[in-house]
């Protein structure tokens, strides 16, 4: 790997790094729903691009260059000119470029075309940084698209009445996360999915997490970084637990939580008891949310 190629692998890495101290977990519960996409193109941002992206604060899947906000200028003739607002930070994203270069053979002393792969590095904006995009159709649909989720009436009250203080929760990018140091949940748009019984699933998942919370039923979280750590296993049940407290139809959802307890078999084969102790955790989790009712022991 190159010069660039470090610098560019460094940049991603310390992105990773400070996504894991900030407490959040860059590849957890990856969405399949509105993934990061170039705005121009239209095309979804692929690997470790989808990643950046996906694990950002903002709302809108959309991103684009800067020489990108220029060629919509000319394209698009607005009365005001599209363009970054000022002060906005760029996101780096990386890119695999091909370099074709002329090479002797030793051999037969000729020159020969060969090709060089090339990690560089892009900067891109969001559409919420860019100045004058508002009246696009492609952000005319997103928002005629998000003003028709039908809200579900009991997942709605169950969420205000979340025992307050409640974690900061947040409509933003393409992965459903929470962090635990901040106390904040991030779920992509709830039009993005696609039903509205999946978001809520997913919803419900991120504040049965946040019920582990040493203000809350002070759980152990443990590594929250592997995707079948027993910390998932409880946020899983308790979503499952509050899906079906809405009577909202979960079957999809079920059966992932059915495939994290198939997951979990092997170790419930030598010690079953890990179930119970899983559900009576979310159990915790689920009466803390409904009734803000804190476990009077630790447990697990
Ligand atoms: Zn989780």
């Not at 979503?239 to 079920?254: F, G, K, T, V, Y």
Request: charged letters at 25%; one cysteine or more; hydrophobic letters at 35%.
């Amino acid at each position: 790997m190159g010069n660039n190629g470090s610098k560019v692998a460094a940049i991603v890495m310390q992105r990773i790094m400070e996504q894991l101290e900030a407490g959040v977990v860059p590849w957890h519960k990856p969405w399949k729903a509105g993934l990061a996409q170039n705005f121009v193109s239209g095309r979804p941002y692929t690997g470790i691009n989808q990643l950046l992206l996906g694990s950002s604060d903002y709302e809108l899947p959309y991103w684009l260059t800067w020489n990108q906000t220029d060629e919509l200028n000319a394209q698009l003739k607005y009365t005001w000119p599209i363009h970054v607002r000022k002060g906005e930070r760029h996101t780096k994203i990386v890119y695999m470029g091909k370099w074709k270069i002329d090479q002797e053979n030793s051999k037969t002393g000729e020159l020969e075309e060969k090709t060089l792969n090339l990690l560089r590095y892009y900067r891109v904006w969001n559409v919420d940084q860019i100045e004058g995009l508002h009246q696009h159709e492609r952000i005319v649909q997103w928002t005629t698209q998000a003003g028709e989720f039908k809200p579900d009436k009991c997942c709605e009250t169950t969420l205000k009445n979340y025992p307050k203080p409640q974690p900061t929760f947040k409509h933003a990018g393409s992965r459903a996360c929470y962090n635990i140091l901040d106390d904040l949940i991030k779920v992509p748009a709830r039009h993005t999915f696609d039903t509205v019984s999946s978001y809520y699933a997913t919803a419900f998942h991120e504040y049965g997490h946040s019920t582990g919370h040493k203000d809350r039923c002070n759980r152990d979280m443990g590594m929250m970084d592997e995707e079948y750590s027993f910390e998932e296993l409880v946020a899983e049940i308790c979503s499952a637990m509050l899906c079906a407290q809405c009577r909202i139809d979960n079957e999809r959802e079920i059966k992932n939580t059915a495939a994290y307890i198939e997951h979990w078999k092997k170790h419930l084969v030598n010690d079953p008891r890990v179930l119970l102790k899983a559900s009576r955790l979310a159990q915790q989790g689920f009466e803390y949310i409904l009734e803000g009712k804190k476990p009077e022991v630790r447990d697990g």
